[in-house]
């Protein structure tokens, strides 16, 4: 074959690849949504995942309550298994509530004029989460393996999630502490992905990651 | 008067509002101070729309929010035989009056709060 006829013969083999991959749908750029109710470690994973694959933390955790008030965005994160690749961006959401008391936070040593301002920020921050979910292409669904699962908020998620058609991961977090029940989440969501961690202490990341490039791959 | 005031809302009589207007209409009675109870449940995007609303309408000092609870069914299939669960019954009710809430498979017990008093449903 001559060069030119070399050159074409790989263009054409592009175009057919795009036109293939439009339709698989691989064109489109991954994006991973973190979420969860409040105080469920999402920003504790973010951190984790981002640390593990960039090599630097996403956002500020704390025992308050409804810290991430914001959507924090990391772009370009890649994590590998098995020779398999996954690119995609971490979204990580405030956390979803159907009330918010700023009482709440005035056990954390909050000034009622912190804990008034923190309540309004986290009201638009759930806005903001709720609005989100029209632009993932993935979710992974942070549940603290130490409460009840079947939560108002934990159930509208997962409902819109199936709607919508978008691919997710149930994370049972905290699997670290004692009181930790994952098995109760996997009872109670038999028919999904249910993978029980310690994002705190990076225990069972691995087996995540692997759900991940299963499900969002 | 420290009383509280039940919604019971059919389905059909839900049925022939749009989801922006079903929405408006919990929202405006939980506010309230109302319990609204539906027959029937809510779509997920009206439940996503639900919360969407509710955090705009939230005052810090006089309305923190909304809780919901369900009670389940089991969904009518082609010759009887079903595992999947419908929703029954949906309970809407303000986060500052809805408090220790006993929900189990088939029954749901709550204790409002009405300031000194206390209300008991079952």
Redesign the interface.
């Known amino acids: 074959m001559n060069l030119a006829k070399y050159i074409k013969s790989d263009k054409m083999q592009n175009i057919f690849r795009r036109f293939l991959n439009k339709l698989l749908g691989k064109d489109k750029k991954l994006k991973i949504g973190l979420y969860g109710h409040p105080n469920s470690g999402k920003t504790t994973l973010a951190n984790t995942m981002t640390n593990d694959w960039i090599g630097k933390p996403l956002g500020l955790s704390s025992e308050i309550p409804h810290e991430t008030r914001k959507v924090y965005k990391q772009e370009h994160v890649s994590v590998k298994h098995n020779g398999v690749e996954l690119d995609f961006d971490i979204i990580d959401t405030p956390g979803?509530?159907?009330?918010?008391?700023?009482k709440n936070f005035l056990q954390f040593g909050l000034s009622e004029t912190e804990a008034?301002e923190r309540?309004?920020e986290a009201?638009?921050g759930?806005?903001e989460a709720?609005k989100w979910?029209d632009d993932v292409t993935g979710v992974i669904l942070v549940v603290d393996a130490t409460k009840d699962p079947l939560t108002?908020?934990n159930?509208?998620i997962i409902?819109?999630l199936?709607?919508r058609k978008i691919p997710f991961v149930i994370v049972a977090n905290k699997i670290d502490l004692p009181e930790a029940t994952p098995e109760r989440i996997t009872s109670v969501f038999p028919q999904h992905t249910v993978v029980p961690i310690s994002a705190l202490h990076g225990e069972n990341t691995e087996n995540l990651y692997e759900a991940m490039i299963k499900r969002f791959h | 008067m420290n009383g509280l005031k039940m919604d019971f809302l059919s389905s059909d009589a839900l049925s022939t509002h749009t989801s922006m207007e079903k929405i408006s209409m919990i929202v405006e009675r939980v506010k309230g101070g109302n319990l609204v109870v539906i027959e029937g449940g809510l779509s997920p995007g009206e439940e996503a729309e639900l919360i969407e609303t509710t955090m705009r309408e939230i005052d810090i000092e006089n309305f923190m929010g909304i809780d919901i609870y369900t009670l389940e069914k089991d969904k009518k299939a082609l010759f009887g035989i079903s595992k999947k669960k419908a929703v029954g019954l949906t309970i809407i009710g303000p986060a500052n009056i809805m408090k220790d809430v006993n929900k189990q498979s088939n029954f749901l017990s709550m204790i409002a709060n009405l300031g000194d008093s206390g209300a008991s449903m079952h």
């Open positions: 979803i509530a159907t009330k918010i008391d700023y008034k309540a309004k009201t638009k759930i806005i709720i979910l108002q908020a159930i509208t409902g819109n199936e709607a």
